[in-house]
């Protein structure tokens, strides 16, 4: 697969890959980490909050 987080994929994407991460709640972060809380619906995550 192509790299998500860099160059011209990203533009591909809604809103470019940005918007507000659903964890920490910043605002016109890139979103580029899928992250899949148990039971619950694929969410974009930001840098900060994928590993958690
Ligand atoms: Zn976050």
Known sequence: M???Y???SL???????RGTC??????RIKLLYPYK??????LN???NCRDK
Do not use: H, N, W, Y
């Open 6 to 8: 860099r160059g011209k």
């Open 45 to 47: 995550v930001c840098k």
């Open 22 to 27: 659903p964890i920490c709640g910043k605002t």
């Open 11 to 17: 533009k591909k994407l809604p809103s470019k890959g």
């Open 37 to 42: 809380r148990e039971g619950k619906q694929l």
């Open 2 to 4: 192509a790299k998500r």
